[in-house]
């Protein structure tokens, strides 16, 4: 079954604003990470936060995670319309393994121009 | 995507056909997956490796095998196509289990 789930399922903002998702798990995590998808491609990975770390940063996005809620959120300030994608949050077990990565189903995020 | 590769981008089969398909990295990354992407289910895990001839299944390998001969490729089995099976596969390739993925372009199979 999904470890993660995304919330909302879809988001449309207008360019320019903040967009927020978040992803909610079940399971003792290692880490964290988001993937972008851009229609009709392969996953992206945007970035990683260990189970250690609270909040993150890479150029314009911004991840926390709360491992006491087994929740995190990524934000996207000052969007733009290339930032139109599907976003998938992807824990890694803290059991240890080599079977990866459990993907939520996504938010996708439409940009209004 | 740069150093991993999938064939074919497109196919189309009939039921009951077997058919493979091929991930191929230059990344020398000792880990390679199979995901399926279904609308409503995400991406789910089919196969996984951890080295040459070392693989093990996912959350859904009924009906797929996997094979790793070299490191550099991975191939995907579906040893008698069913229509269940129609969905868009994706390889990807991580230098350790929990590391970021690099993932391919993905394969839009039809089975018909």
């Known amino acids: 079954s999904q470890q993660g789930e995304e919330d909302p399922q879809a988001l449309s903002i207008q360019e320019g604003e903040n967009a927020t998702m978040n992803c909610s798990y079940k399971t003792s995590i290692n880490n964290l990470q988001w993937y972008r998808q851009n229609s009709g491609r392969g996953l992206v990975h945007l970035i990683l936060i260990r189970s250690n770390e609270r909040e993150k940063h890479s150029g314009r996005l911004r991840v926390t995670l709360d491992t006491s809620k087994k929740s995190s959120s990524l934000l996207i300030t000052a969007s733009r319309a290339a930032d139109t994608a599907s976003y998938f949050c992807a824990t890694v077990y803290s059991g240890g393994g080599a079977d990866g990565l459990t993907f939520g189903k996504g938010t996708h995020l439409i940009i209004q121009p | 995507d740069a150093g991993i590769t999938q064939s074919p981008r497109h196919k189309v089969t009939e039921t009951g056909t077997p058919v493979t398909l091929r991930c191929h990295q230059t990344e020398n990354h000792r880990y390679m997956y199979w995901y399926r992407q279904d609308p409503g289910h995400g991406l789910r895990l089919i196969h996984y490796s951890y080295g040459v001839k070392d693989t093990d299944k996912g959350e859904v390998s009924d009906g797929y095998s996997v094979s790793r001969s070299k490191t550099e490729d991975f191939l995907l089995t579906l040893e008698s196509a069913t229509s269940s099976q129609t969905s868009v596969y994706f390889c990807?390739?991580?230098?350790?289990?929990?590391?970021?993925?690099?993932f391919g372009s993905g394969t839009r199979l039809t089975v018909v």
């Open positions: 990807a390739i991580s230098e350790r289990q929990d590391f970021g993925y690099t």
